[in-house]
């Protein structure tokens, strides 16, 4: 019995250990990783240490988890795709007894059996070999391991995942919190609050800053955010002199998720060449991925069917997957900023506003056009696409290197309340906040929302600008402007004296938008059997 058994768990090491066929060839190198360690690393504070955990696995159905995705900071410092790991970078060389080093990784360990089952895994020595760490260990390794991390002036880590369920990943906090005598776990909705009051929050737009921490607060049992003294104290005095207070009582009181994701936003604010190529790849299938919908879309079509056109398009050209659930809205859907039901089973005479972009290789694009199903804008739908569309080409003017970033947002909203305003619908330009309600920009990457510091734009930031105009059923306007949805995205590249659309390819102006509606796609063709 014990030679079957021997037999049996030998083959499946002997499957598993065969690699697999046909893979891409333009992954990320384990150079192009080693540089961000070595980048993070010299930012990092004197006699410092940094840890950072992979993401949990999420539950799907039952004993079924969804298709995972790593933590971007995780891939970014390395290049693993795996869950239940941990990267600790070290500011200086440490000695251990023979051991010297100034990074180590703990990896997920190989499974036979569970690979059969689930895929293979790196283990320890294929993070050794495959992304060129020289000191690799086992998860459960960790516990074990002999390491002070009180003798460091800092400890810089991100907020604890708060679904890391109870295995390997909620062991490896465990161990560490103990190894680090952290008492208290930081919590996420206050960190993530701060870090927006602290990096992107000023006057202007500071009303709707607290209005989403006010709802925030009231759809959460957290209590601990709930009641939270400064953010409380910004609700209570919503000023610029409150806010200014707070922003150095949140920089007094610090945290080591503060000191994490300055370095870690500023490298990944900042795109390099290897980078862009796969962004540009990202973004150039996704324009495709649109204009093959805008030829393929009639008003019989469903929402989903238009969703899996991207979907399969993006596919088509490798992507893995798409960068955001994807928003497929026809009509007052569109009014939903982030509607991802995409299941009405048809979109009629509306306008469809299609906000999808495409994940290749981690990198995500971001594109949104808006177009009549029926192959014309009616004159209402015309007049809100063409101050949508002139509201971004005035943006495009100022976009460049030094910039500030809150400039995007005034340039937007001056434009968008002197066009409602003179349309008739509004009567004063403060009102553009009913149909206007969300920031014009924001920075793209490895996240659809990426990481950055900086409030001026830089060189090779890669940032989105996306107008929108939003008219659902029953505001105080004309019946004849309801249920129109106007949103146009494009993912532009910041160069020192300007810009380059990464994403023109997609079209964008309303006769361009209008004269490939009429054209014909191959997909109006497919006839697939009908159900019973």
Known sequence: MYKILLSYCLSIISICAIAQDNLPTDFLTKEFHAGRREAFR??????????????????????????????????????????????????????????????????????????????????????????????????????SFDIDFTKFSKIIYDYFPDDAGKGTLQTLINSFSEKAKISRQENKNIIQN????????????????VNRIKSGMANTGDAEFKNDPIL???????????????????????????????????????????????????????????????????????????????????????????????????????????YIENNATKVDNKLVLMDVGSEYHGYSADITRTVPANGKFTAEQKAIYQLVYKAQEEVFKIVKEGTAFRDLNVKTTDVLAQGLLELGIIKDKKDVSRYYIHGVSHHLGLDVHDKFVDPILKENMLITVEPGIYIPKGSPCDPKWWDIAVRIEDDLLIRKNGYENLSIAAPRKLEEVEATLAQKSVLNNLALPKLK
């Open 42 to 143: 010299q930012k990092m504070p004197e006699n410092s240490v940094a840890v950072i955990f992979s993401f949990p696995e999420r539950v799907f159905s039952n004993d079924v988890t969804y298709s995972y995705h790593p933590n971007p900071d995780l891939y970014y410092l390395s290049g693993y795709k795996e869950p239940d790991a941990l990267l600790i970078i070290f500011k200086n060389k440490q000695q251990n007894g023979d051991l010297s080093y100034n990074e180590l990784f703990f990896a997920r360990k190989r499974d036979a059996l569970m690979e059969q089952w689930t895929g293979r895994r790196l283990g320890a020595e294929g993070v050794r070999k495959e992304l060129g760490f020289e000191q690799v260990y086992t998860s459960d390794q960790f516990r």
């Open 194 to 209: 701060y870090s927006i009051l602290l990096n992107s929050t000023s006057a202007s737009n500071l009303q709707g800053r």
């Open 232 to 338: 409380n104290e910004l609700i209570s005095n919503p000023n610029s002199e409150t806010l200014s207070l707070i922003q150095e009582k949140i920089r007094k009181n610090g945290s080591p998720a503060f000191d994490y994701n300055n370095i870690m936003g500023a490298l990944r604010e900042i795109k390099t060449p290897e980078e862009l190529v796969l962004l540009r790849k990202s973004i150039e299938l996704s324009s495709i991925a649109h204009k093959e919908v805008m030829k393929a879309v009639t008003p019989a079509m469903s929402e989903s069917e238009l969703t899996g056109i991207f979907h399969y398009v993006h596919k088509r050209y490798g992507a893995m997957d798409e960068g955001y659930p994807p928003i497929v809205g026809a009509g007052s859907n569109g009014c939903i900023l982030h």
